[in-house]
């Protein structure tokens, strides 16, 4: 008597395209063994692809053969694709069930073997279902290429989006918070150039993001937070770049600028980590007297306790006590401190500079809004004389016309000139709010983490300096900072002739080659007028050339 094992195998796709089931199957392999008088061992079920033989429950049944031959003589199976849909690993598989004494056949489509014809119908069999798989996976190729090439993402939504399906039953992908915010920070930190990715990623797990550290690569490194989508090669085709249809993240700017980065193709700035020892917050800022390169820190064990040291690691043999470098920059930082009494001055040349800066734009919306105002005041004039009868239709409507036209001329003009400027009120509260962190900037040091403590630091020195530059103060400062310096040296000792009635007055003229043009930014007039209220020769000497110039007479 024939003994077999009752394969059933059913994909998730066939299952819902062609209505298979395994009900169905088990129930005509039943009925054939029934009617064959064949005795049924086991029934094995599968839920997986007939691609390969990397199939869970199939691998199963070949261990199982391989420990006990004899068990069973026949494994069925309703038709010659529930085996397998690849011709070459079927052919391998019944050599392997041969050898095991085990013949595989298919009820539906029944073979005599012994028979050398039946192979020519074997290799039908079996290689319809793999050119039917083949042109199914190169439609479905074709068919995305196609949803790619109008600018679809075609996978699971990418870091900080997620998969949606719109109104019309289409599916996209929108931005996901706060993944997407995050995403967008690391983007901007990474453009800068003044950390690592690595610490730019670890930063962004801190501060909630998802990802792993190879999927962040990745992430950096796709076009689609910009709006694009890529197009693979293809045949004659080259990979190119399509405009997506979903919401970009950042800008094509600034995508390009982070691969510059991450290329090596735009230079990195200081280097800095993102966080640091809180005994060394200087590390990483501080480079090397002797050989130039940037000093590290570390900790050194003593016997009751650690010892900290910024030191170069190269074999020059720079050491420096941390203590004494932290207290001593600490003591450098009561120099940029606002003095209390310079705070009006610092207030009114900001707030003047700004309204200096915004007058022209203010007094063009000015004019434009009025312009607008008088055409539809015309508009209104010419419906009352029309309501009276003084003029006809025809003429009203060349009125009206010419008045549209001109108001839609003048409002092009007043959206090209942006936004409504903040008012002075605004500014001076903001201005307000700023001086009040500086004159305490020393205290907001010292209850500030490592973190916080790295930013004022690099917000004062934006170049890395050494002890003596330090100690010395010849360190190169950021603008702000530098003309807080000299605010405060001028505060301590007045020239001569100066007095509150000509703080707008400029004691110095600037040389030829130094005037600033009326286009100049905003930050740079700022600078000038910051320079021209507050400086001093003898400061001035100190960061600074002399500015070469005659002394205006009064």
Not at 215 to 234: D, H, M, Q, S
Not at 352 to 358: E, F, G, Q, R, V
Request: hydrophobic residues 35%; charged residues 30%.
């Amino acid at each position: 008597m024939k003994i077999a094992d009752l394969y059933i195998r059913v994909s998730t796709d066939e299952q819902a395209d062609k209505g298979y089931s395994q009900r169905d199957q088990e129930d005509r392999l039943r009925k054939h063994c029934e009617h064959n008088d064949i005795r049924i061992q086991q029934v094995i079920f599968e839920d997986f692809s007939a691609k390969s033989f990397e199939r869970p429950e199939w691998q199963k049944y070949l261990i199982s053969i391989r420990k006990i031959k004899g068990r069973s003589n026949l494994i069925l199976f309703t038709k010659w694709d529930r085996f397998s849909r690849n011709a070459g690993d079927a052919y391998q598989m019944i050599n392997i069930l041969k050898k095991a004494g085990i013949q595989p056949q298919a009820v539906e489509q029944p073979l005599d073997m012994s028979i050398p014809e039946s192979k020519i119908m074997l290799a039908v069999y079996l290689a319809t279902p793999e050119v039917e798989n083949d042109r199914r996976a190169l439609n479905v190729f074709y068919g995305m290429r196609r949803a790619r090439k109008e600018g679809r993402w075609m996978a699971t939504a990418p870091i900080g989006y997620v998969n949606r399906v719109n109104e019309t039953g289409k599916k996209q992908i929108v931005l996901r918070e706060p993944q997407a915010s995050i995403i967008k920070w690391a983007f901007k930190e990474i453009s800068e150039g003044k950390y690592s990715t690595e610490q730019i990623w670890k930063r962004a797990k801190e501060l909630g993001l998802q990802c792993s550290k190879h999927n962040f690569w990745l992430a950096i490194r796709n076009p689609v937070y910009c709006g694009k989508i890529t197009v693979p090669e293809f045949e004659d085709e080259p990979r190119h770049l399509v405009p997506g249809l979903h919401e970009p993240l950042i800008s094509e700017s600034l995508f390009y600028d982070v691969q510059d980065v991450l290329d090596g193709r735009k230079k990195r700035g200081n280097g800095t980590k993102i966080v640091s020892n809180t005994m060394l917050p200087l590390r990483g800022f501080l480079k090397c007297s002797r050989c130039s390169k940037t000093l590290s820190g570390s900790a050194s064990k003593g016997r009751y306790q650690y010892y900290h040291y910024y030191h170069c690691d190269s074999s020059c043999g720079c050491r420096l006590k941390a203590e004494e470098l932290n207290e001593l920059f600490v003591a450098r930082l009561k120099d940029f401190v606002l003095n209390p009494g310079a705070e009006e001055l610092f207030k009114r040349v900001i707030v003047d500079a700004y309204s200096s800066c915004t007058h022209s734009i203010r007094d063009s919306r000015t004019q434009f809004i009025n312009e607008i105002t008088e055409q539809n005041n015309r508009i209104t004039k010419a419906r009352e004389l029309l309501l009276k009868g003084d003029i006809d239709g025809a003429d009203y409507k060349i009125v009206k016309n010419e008045a549209e036209q001109k108001i839609a001329t003048l409002e092009a003009k007043l959206v090209d000139k942006g936004a409504e400027p903040a008012t002075i009120s605004d500014v001076e509260r903001i201005v307000e709010k700023a001086i009040s962190v500086l004159v305490k900037l020393d205290v907001i040091y010292w209850k500030s983490d490592a973190e916080m403590q790295r930013k004022i630091i690099g917000s004062i020195y934006p170049e890395k300096f050494t002890f003596e530059n330090l100690k010395d103060r010849t360190t190169i400062l950021s603008e702000v900072f530098k003309i807080i310096f000299l605010i405060n040296s001028e505060l301590s000792s007045k020239k001569n002739g100066t007095n509150d009635q000509n703080l707008t007055l400029s004691r110095w003229v600037l040389p030829k080659g130094f005037e600033p043009p009326s286009s100049e930014p905003e930050s740079d007039i700022l600078s000038i007028e910051l320079r021209k209220r507050a400086s001093t020769n003898d400061a001035a000497n100190i960061y600074n050339p002399p500015l070469r110039g005659k002394r205006l007479k009064h």
